[in-house]
Structure formats: C-alpha cells, structure tokens
C-alpha cells in the first residue's frame, strides 16, 4: 500500500487528469441517458403496448459484454471519445427508462383524477403531479445508471478512449501492479461518490413527498 501511496502522490497530476477525462466521459453519458431513458420511460407509462418492447430492447442492450458492445459501436464512430459517451448512453438507459416506467406507474390514481377533476391537461398532469411524485424511482435509475457507467468507462481506452482505465491497461500491459490499483482505487471512488451523492438527493427527493 505504500508504494502504491507513493505513486499516486508522485503522478497526482496524470491521475488527476485521467479522473477528469474519466467524470467527462460518465457526465456526458448520462445527460443523454437521463434526456432519452426518461422520455422513454413516459412512453412506457403512457401507452402499454409499446411498453414491452422498449424495455426488450433495452434489456438487449444491457446483456451485451460491454467491450463487444463499445467495439460495435467503434465501427460506426471510430475511436474515441463519441465511441465511449455512446456506449455509455446506451449501457445506462435501461435502469433509467425501468424506474421512470415504474415510478409514474406507482402515482395514485386518485390524485392522477383530482388533478384531472381540476380541469389540468394530460401534459400538466405529467409535469406537475405525476413526474414530482414519481422523482425518487428516477433518481434511483439514475443512480444506478451512473454506477454502471463508472465501471464500463474503465475499458474505454480498448476504443480509444481515455480516463482511468488508461492507467489500469498501461499497468496490464506492463505487469506493473501499482499502476492497476492507481487506475483502480480512484475509479471505485468515483462509483461511490457517485452513488453516496445521488442517493442523498434521492432520500432528499423521497423526504419532500412524505
């Protein structure tokens, strides 16, 4: 542990920089997964035919080894950054899209039908009674969702991608073990940063409505 202490402290800076790529690359994943799987799941919820087959395809996606599934998309998109932020677009929407469905399912009926009894129309419903109520089962979703997508970004740079899982493949290819756990330990702190953050605000989330 000392060594590896060590290293980390003499290539503050190089980590400090792939943690930066690595938190880009998740950051812009999710936004499009949040924007999409939330859409998505409001599709679900509002019309149940179609419902079965979105959550199959997404379940499809989320089968698929992460690695075949970045090499896929990197013969579309090349290597890179846009090979990775759409592979973890598409690894995080089915979380995201499950609990945004389950949630809106989860509202009242009888606060759905006083809202309507109050003369609002079906997108004020949405906006202001049934998407606030149905907050913390998204937030759940994208809480996992960002969890995911903290460990798939690690292999990135097998697509050419950068962030941590840079120092992780050199230290591989290397058989250096330090340089595994200093790509490693920051990763996993990440994920649960990450997941001690977005699990407040979804406590926060689940306060205000009781």
Not at 43 to 70: D, M, R, T
Not at 74 to 96: A, D, K, R
Not at 121 to 145: C, D, E, N, S, W
Request: charged residues 10%.
């Amino acid at each position: 542990m000392t060594e590896i202490g060590q290293y980390m402290i003499e290539n503050w800076a190089h980590l400090l920089s792939l943690t930066f790529d690595h938190i880009l690359m998740v950051l812009y994943g999710m936004v499009l997964a949040a924007v999409v799987g939330i859409s998505l799941g409001i599709v679900c919820a509002k019309f149940e035919k179609v419902a079965p087959i979105i959550l199959s395809i997404a379940n499809i996606i989320q089968i698929i080894p992460s690695l075949a599934l970045l090499s896929i998309i990197m013969l579309y998109f090349g290597l890179g950054f846009t090979t990775v932020v759409i592979g973890l677009f598409l690894y995080s929407l089915l979380p995201i899209i499950r609990n945004t469905y389950v949630g809106l399912k989860e509202v009242d009926g009888h606060v759905s039908e006083a809202g309507k009894g109050i003369g609002m129309t079906p997108f004020q419903l949405l906006y202001k009674i049934q998407i606030p109520l149905a907050l913390p089962f998204m937030m759940a979703g994208v809480r996992i969702a960002t969890v995911i997508a903290v460990g798939v970004a690690s292999i990135a740079p097998f697509v050419g991608g950068d962030g941590l899982g840079r120092e992780i493949v050199s230290g591989i290819n290397s058989r250096n073990e330090t340089m595994i756990y200093a790509g490693a330990i920051p990763a996993a702190i990440l994920a649960v940063l990450a997941d001690l953050i977005l699990g407040k605000l979804e406590k926060r989330q689940k306060n205000k409505i009781a």
